[in-house]
């Protein structure tokens, strides 16, 4: 790879929106499954960014079946079943 194209990617990483990822001991850790991810995102609507960053966070652990639930929601996603966004608390 040239000296460009590494500067060039570079550049198009920069523009990229941040978001955090979730690590041990980092408040943002979310003690859930993929499974627990998929039922509520599809019975809401509704996925955070939260549960995006973290789902990306730990893909390298995912057994075949939690990759098939994480491909199928991003299907839903594409195809605007499920919304990126925020769920309020029940009172």
Known sequence: MSREERLHRAVIFHQLPRVPVAQANHPMTMPFSVGEVFLESVST???????????????????????????????????????????????
Do not use: H, N, P
């Open 45 to 91: 609507g509704v996925i955070t960014a939260e549960e995006i960053a973290w789902i990306t966070a730990q893909q390298t652990s995912f057994d075949r079946q939690e990759e098939a639930m994480v491909l199928k929601l991003g299907r839903l996603l594409d195809e605007g079943s499920i919304q990126i966004g925020c769920r309020l608390l029940q009172a």
